[in-house]
């Protein structure tokens, strides 16, 4: 019974097993119809979409394929029309050159006949030379005959005489066009000069080194001199400048070398200004003054280098430029004055076409020797050119610094442009001071060497000794010997008296008529 309820078992077993296998096959027999379905209207949608692909490439093929045809029609079309406008302009140039072969056939027949003509011409021409060579054998031969003279003696005199001629003419020629060139030299160097000056504007005097302080009060003075002088003197010995004290409330320095008296100047107004005065206090102070003078040195050198951009200054020289701002030559600031001989030589260059930053560099450098005469012996400008030479500046600019007052010889051009810009420099109006006393001696000077002359009435130096006004006894003295008198005053004062720039010589006769009526 267990046996066959097993069998049974199984046997129901096997038939859900097979039913379930039946079930699977048909679920699986259905689904691969839809997806053959599936993919049978998949390939139809892909066979429409390429017939559709294709045909529309059919149609842009065909577009593109017209649009290329009707390109190519125009563009043969333009290229046909080019090639017909050629062939129309070659054809036009054909027929201009027939045209030109025709009028050079024309000028070559005219140019034959002008030849065999020409050819005629040269004939007949020699025919005559030989008839004029004979006549002027026979000439000859009759001339001597009759002059008792050879051809060649003849021709030797005429020659002579030509050459006396010429020789006589170009002597006059040339003696005409040297006056010329000298009084055209003459107004050309005026007008640059003066051209040079106009264009120059400066102060009237330049500044100066002072060597006075003034003192607040008498107690200062008192704390300046110090018990038994022990301040005052160790101020002098520090700064190695003298100081006179005086009934007025101020102290005057006095020495030869302008920097150290530069020093003692500022070190006594730090002092007064600090108010602690004692010999230490006065050294450290004199130091300190010291270092800041180099300074200022160095400022003022620089600042006049770069004034005027020049490139490749040696920082000795530098140092030289700036030493001069200290240095006074006739009351003239030797720094400005530099700068100023510098300007006007460049100006006279450019009047003169030549090159203006050499003639600057040599103005501004002309008289660094003036910083050293006190330690070095000799001219200041031979001392200039070898501080110049050994600072390696070039020889035009070495040659006029030495050669500025004529003591060697002129090298180049600049050289003399910087004599003559040192020279306005000097003697414009205004440039240096003159003291009251030398200003007076010149004037009566003046009217001195006028009034010693016999006929002179009166004489008046005007314009600060620029004019010397002349009235003459009108009887003794007529209209010529007046013209006369000026000339040879105008010499007595060239010979006896130094003064920039020009003194006019101006004679007066006036002849006057008085008569009253009573």
């Not at 024309?106 to 030989?130: C, F, P, V, W, Y």
């Not at 050994?390 to 003591?407: D, K, L, P, Q, T």
Request: net charge neutral; proline share 2%.
């Amino acid at each position: 019974m267990e046996f066959n309820g097993i069998v049974l078992l199984a046997t129901a077993g096997l038939a859900l097993f097979g039913l379930i296998l039946f079930v699977h096959m048909r679920y699986m027999a259905r689904r691969a119809h839809t997806l053959l379905n599936d993919a049978q209207e998949r390939l139809k949608n892909v066979k429409r979409e390429i017939d559709t692909t294709r045909r529309e490439a059919d149609i842009r093929l065909k577009d593109e394929l017209y649009k290329k045809r009707k390109e190519f029609e125009l563009e043969l079309k333009r290229e046909r029309l080019e090639l017909d406008r050629l062939q129309v302009k070659l054809n036009a140039k054909y027929d201009n050159l027939e045209k030109k072969d025709q009028q050079l056939e024309e000028t070559r027949r005219e140019l034959q006949q002008k030849e065999r003509s020409i050819q005629h011409d040269e004939d007949a021409m020699r025919a005559k030379e030989n008839i004029l060579k004979n006549l002027n054998n026979d000439l000859i031969a009759q001339l001597e005959q009759v002059s008792s003279m050879s051809r060649e003696q003849a021709r030797q005199a005429l020659f002579d005489r030509l050459d006396a001629e010429v020789r006589h003419t170009s002597q006059k020629w040339l003696q005409k066009v040297e006056e010329e060139a000298k009084q055209t030299a003459k107004e050309k160097a005026v007008q640059t000069v003066v051209c040079a000056m106009q264009r120059y504007t400066a102060d009237q005097v330049g500044p100066h080194s002072s060597g006075i302080v003034h003192l607040p009060n008498e107690e200062m003075k008192g704390r300046i001199i110090g018990k038994e002088g022990r301040n005052i003197k160790a101020l002098e010995m520090a700064t190695c400048m003298e100081f006179v004290i005086g009934d007025s409330p101020d102290i005057t320095i006095t020495g030869f070398n302008p920097i150290r008296r530069e020093i003692a100047r500022r070190s006594l107004e730090k002092l007064i200004n600090d108010g602690r005065i004692n010999p230490t206090r006065i050294e450290e102070t004199v130091a300190q003054c010291e270092k800041e003078i180099d300074d200022v040195i160095q400022e003022y050198g620089k600042q006049a280098v770069l004034e005027f951009n020049l490139q490749g200054i040696h920082t000795e020289i530098v140092t030289l430029l700036g030493k001069l701002h200290f240095r006074t030559s006739y009351s003239q600031n030797v720094l400005m004055h530099s700068k100023e001989v510098g300007i006007f030589a460049r100006m006279i260059a450019e009047e003169l076409g030549l090159d203006g930053q050499t003639a600057l560099r040599a103005g501004l450098l002309h008289d660094i020797g003036k910083a050293v005469t006190a330690e070095i012996e000799g001219p200041h400008a031979m001392i200039g050119g070898d501080i110049a030479k050994r600072c390696g500046e070039n020889a035009i600019i070495v040659n006029a610094i030495a050669a500025h007052h004529e003591e060697i010889p002129f090298t180049s051009v600049y050289s003399a442009i910087v004599v003559v810009a040192d020279t306005i420099s000097a003697s414009r109006p205004g440039a240096r001071r003159e003291t009251l006393t030398a200003y007076i001696k010149r004037l009566e000077r003046l009217e001195e060497i006028a009034t010693a002359f016999d006929g002179v009435k009166k004489a008046f130096a005007l314009q600060a000794g620029r004019e010397i006004r002349i009235i003459v006894e009108e009887d003794r003295l007529d209209d010529e010997k007046a013209a006369i008198l000026a000339r040879e005053v105008a010499a007595r004062i060239e010979e006896e008296m130094n003064f920039p720039g020009q003194i006019k010589v101006n004679v007066i006769r006036e002849k006057r008529a008085i008569e009253y009526a009573r």
